[in-house]
């Protein structure tokens, strides 16, 4: 227990509290090298991702102006259109009571805002449902759906895309996601790879700061009106298959990379209650840290967090 103020630390809490600073500065510097490596392979695969959704594949096609600022030349057979001519229709789902739990057995689940944040769908991001609750069977989550978040605490992840690759619950949308239903003559993997671009991050951006009083809300009126550079159905398909293939690796590096930081916070969880439990003796090892200052200056902060 810590003391109240006017009281002095003993000898035992003073080493407690600087093997614990060395530690976490030590954590904290592994933890921000990581996440600079995982901001550089993003910004690779960005990189990837916006060449091939603007440009196509081939080396030097024709350009011409698409007229929009931030998309600029494309090639001159790509037509640019809206989303709203580009899908049957957009459905949402619903805000029903739920509970903290993952569904299990015959029970439902309602998708999380956070279900696709930075472009991976995952299906443990939901809540469970009342037994009782009436399934709607138009806003059921099925495997191939591409997905869309409308609203999240953070306006980064606004606007984020995924599309549902496998299911291992019953799952149904929320009130928070958006779930565009393609035409046939438009492949759905192109678009999600083009929603996941830098030009549509930048529609987004626009869209939900001039949204007065919604700045985390990503309306469906600004969504339908998004443009997009089309190449046809057969090119779109084939630059969809290869971004695929280059963007496997880096997205494995980051994979890696995100697990050895959640090894390293659980390490870091594990020892402070160690030391500060007494089940750890620290005091020999302190005495031997160097007398330096420590740029530690609290934990690494989270994730952003995913709202319900």
Not at 282 to 297: K, M
Request: aromatic fraction near 6%.
């Amino acid at each position: 227990r810590m003391p109240l103020e006017g009281q002095h630390l003993s000898d035992e809490q003073v080493a407690i509290v600087r093997f614990l600073d060395w530690v976490n500065a030590r954590l904290d510097r592994a933890i921000r090298a990581k996440r600079k490596v995982i901001a550089l392979l993003t910004e690779q695969k960005q990189a990837i991702v916006q060449r091939a959704v603007s440009r196509g594949l081939k080396a030097g096609p024709a350009l011409v102006d698409s007229g929009i600022p931030w998309l600029g030349s494309v090639p001159q057979h790509w037509t640019i259109r809206r989303l709203r001519t580009l899908v049957h229709r957009v459905d949402q789902g619903v805000s029903p009571l739920a509970v903290g739990f993952l569904a299990e057995g015959d029970s439902w689940g309602v998708l999380k805002s956070g279900c696709v944040n930075r472009g991976v769908f995952r299906d443990t991001e939901h809540k469970r449902l009342a037994g009782d609750f009436a399934i709607d069977p138009g806003i059921v989550v099925k495997v191939g759906d591409v997905l869309i978040s409308r609203a999240c605490g953070t306006p980064a992840l606004v606007g984020s895309v995924g599309r549902v690759m496998q299911l291992r619950y019953q799952l149904i949308l929320s009130d928070k996601t958006f779930r565009p239903v393609f035409r046939s003559d438009i492949d759905a993997d192109f678009m999600v790879w083009a929603m996941n671009s830098r030009y549509y991050r930048q529609q987004v951006e626009q869209a939900i700061s001039g949204a007065e009083g919604m700045a985390n809300n990503l309306p469906l009126s600004s969504l339908r009106d998004f443009r997009f550079a089309l190449p046809p159905r057969e090119e779109a398909a084939a630059i969809a298959a290869h971004l695929g293939r280059e963007t496997m690796a880096i997205d494995r590096s980051i994979a890696r990379l995100e697990r050895e930081i959640a090894l390293l916070r659980e390490y870091r969880t594990r020892l402070t209650a160690d030391v500060v439990t007494g089940q750890l003796d620290v005091r020999a090892a302190a005495a031997r840290l160097p007398h330096v200052a420590t740029d530690y200056e609290g934990r690494e902060p989270d994730d952003d967090l995913d709202e319900a």
